[in-house]
């Protein structure tokens, strides 16, 4: 009976291919496969000047070195966006001395006034002409919510609807700034 020996060429093959793989599983353990860095937190935000639906300009600038803004990129087709919704139309009360903002992301200004006038709004809902400060933050999709510290800067990115406790979690208790 005779022994066949292993062949070591096939071997050493299998393991340069297979271990580097095995190494990345191990490491991406406990990881959220669809978390995505962002590169934008602790940056400047991108300044922009757009209209509401009424056509009143609003501008980024005019909040720097006074108080904190969020901006919320929502759109009617967009159901977590809806849910969402009636907390948001709470905030600005709760959180006074914050800006907060809507951002019509892929959607018809008509559409967005139509739905407001039906839900109720709080704040001022900005109309983004081709996606142009959506595509400067890196906006994904909707919603996406954007926290701007006073001094211009980003300190928070949140994908998906918001909850009170991220509100919380981010400007504080309400009123206590």
């Known amino acids: 009976m005779s022994k066949s020996k292993p062949n070591w060429g096939v071997l050493i093959g299998a393991a340069v291919i297979f271990v580097p793989l095995f190494v990345v599983l191990v490491m991406s353990f406990g990881r959220d496969p669809r978390a995505v860095p962002d590169a934008l937190v602790g940056e400047p935000a991108p300044t922009f000047e757009l209209l509401d639906i009424d056509g009143k300009p609003h501008a980024l600038a005019d909040h720097i070195g006074k108080r904190p803004v969020v901006l919320n990129f929502w759109s009617t087709w967009c159901l977590p966006c809806k849910q969402e919704h009636p907390l948001l139309l709470q905030a600005p009360a709760a959180w006074p001395d914050v800006a907060f903002y809507g951002v019509i992301y892929n959607d018809e200004a008509v559409k967005a006034d139509r739905y407001l006038k039906r839900a109720g709004s709080a704040y001022p809902h900005l109309v983004d ?21 006073a001094s211009g800067r980003i300190i928070y990115k949140h994908k998906g609807p918001l909850t009170e406790h991220h509100l919380v979690e981010i400007l504080g208790p309400p009123g206590a700034r």
């Open 129 to 149: 002409p081709g996606s142009a400060i959506a595509i400067d933050l890196g906006v994904a999709g909707v919603p996406e919510t954007y926290f701007i510290d």
